[in-house]
């Protein structure tokens, strides 16, 4: 089944401590995506990659580092500098070109800092 | 002022019911949108887009959307339990085929009760 995956499924960090989270797609999409939601918010962009080997800020990229080595694979790390890192984390896939590009959604990692 | 303004809710009807979601939005150079569905601790999925004023429908869903207000909405039609979740909306922002960048408004929490 093609789709993406993201792992773990819960993650709990203590202050200070960098955590790695896993997002991985065989959809063979080019453009791949990680966003923020907070209760009541909407998803903000984190960081956002359209080819292998680039990746572009989005609106709330501080404390945040992202890779993008394979075109299947975009790990996101929460690094200590990001001072509110508690949330739902979601990783979405793409084609990228003119016209209507769907977004495709993982499952999500809930981060809770302890 | 955020670019997109969605209600948060939440909103409880009971089953059978008509169900209006809607969003503003301050960008008239806004392309596509979307409504996202997801329930509870899992990602989004996509219910339906549009590029022009105007409706579409899909069985029990109709998206409008009236550029000139500034304005979209989602009805839902005979309205079931397993509607109950969060509804994301969604737009591209000019030349976002080069990003693929989307901005979601808060999402609307809705519970339909048997």
């Known amino acids: 089944d093609g789709g993406i995956t993201q792992s773990p499924k819960y993650l709990f960090r203590k202050e200070g401590q960098n955590v790695t989270l896993s997002c991985e797609q065989n959809l063979n999409h080019d453009a791949m995506y990680w966003y923020r939601q907070d209760p009541g918010q909407g998803l903000r962009l984190i960081y956002y990659?359209?080819?292998?080997?680039?990746?572009q800020k989005g609106d709330i990229a501080e404390g945040y580092s992202v890779s993008r080595e394979k075109k299947e694979s975009f790990p996101l790390t929460v690094t200590s500098a990001q001072k509110n890192p508690t949330a739902f984390y979601l990783c979405?896939?793409?084609?990228?070109?003119?016209?209507?590009?769907?977004?495709?959604f993982g499952p999500g990692t809930r981060l809770t800092v302890l | 002022q955020k670019e997109v303004e969605q209600d948060p809710g939440p909103l409880s009807v009971p089953e059978g019911a008509i169900v209006s979601l809607n969003c503003t939005y301050s960008n008239s150079a806004f392309q596509y949108f979307m409504w996202y569905r997801q329930y509870s601790r899992k990602g989004p999925e996509l219910l339906m887009y549009t590029y022009s004023s105007g409706n579409k429908e899909d069985g029990r869903f109709t998206a409008q959307v009236d550029k000139s207000s500034k304005y979209i909405s989602l009805f839902i039609r005979d309205s079931q339990p397993s509607d109950s979740a969060t509804y994301l909306c969604?737009?591209?922002?000019?030349?976002?085929?080069?990003?693929?960048?989307?901005?979601f408004g808060q999402g609307t929490t809705l519970q339909v009760k048997p």
């Open positions: 979405a896939s793409s084609q990228r070109g003119r016209g209507f590009n769907e977004q495709f």
């Open positions: 990659s359209q080819i292998v080997n680039d990746f």
């Open positions: 969604a737009m591209t922002p000019p030349r976002s085929s080069n990003t693929g960048k989307l901005i």
